[in-house]
């Protein structure tokens, strides 16, 4: 089965170059085809490409995502404007509930996305965040994002 991975890798590239370029004329074609192949090749040892399970998995969580970084937007916004609303930093440790490297970046870069949060360390046991005020400390207390992570990588509720 390598060479479906091989094509299927290729193909993924070709595509993500695709949407990125816009060009749709022969010679741009056959540059973004070659250029999906030569980098699919280059990576033939390494680790395979998410399936498409995993892909329609992440598109449904990312509007979840999306949303959590506008509230967020909104309420740093808001503590900055109004001197009432406290900024209360603090560092907390939080359970990794992925099994994969994937799942604990895809976490660690939401976390990271959000604003009013920053991930400092990501091990396979836990994270370690930095957060701008108690209540964003306790959304991610509450366990929410962890649940939703590991649903994209495919695994059980937390």
């Excluded at 969580?61 to 109004?82: E, G, K, M």
């Excluded at 359970?95 to 604003?115: H, Q, V």
């Excluded at 360390?121 to 400390?137: F, I, K, M, P, Y």
Aim: hydrophobic residues 50%; contains cysteine; glycine residues 10%.
């Amino acid at each position: 089965m390598p060479i479906m991975r091989f094509l299927y890798t290729a193909a993924v590239l070709f595509l993500f170059w695709l949407a990125l370029s816009g060009q749709f004329t022969g010679l741009l074609l056959g540059s973004g085809a070659a250029a999906a192949l030569f980098v699919a090749a280059l990576g033939r040892g390494g680790p395979a490409l998410p399936g498409p399970a995993f892909l329609l998995r992440l598109a449904v969580y990312l509007p979840w995502l999306f949303r959590q970084i506008v509230l967020s937007s909104l309420d740093v916004a808001y503590r900055v404007l109004h001197p009432s609303r406290p900024i209360d930093p603090g560092v907390i440790r939080i359970k990794n509930p992925c099994r994969t490297r994937l799942g604990t970046a895809l976490l660690a870069n939401s976390i990271t996305l959000t604003p009013g949060t920053v991930t400092l360390d990501a091990g396979a046991e836990e994270l370690l965040v930095h957060s701008v005020s108690e209540e964003a400390a306790a959304s991610l207390r509450s366990g929410e994002m962890q649940r939703r992570v590991l649903e994209v990588e495919g695994g059980a509720h937390v």
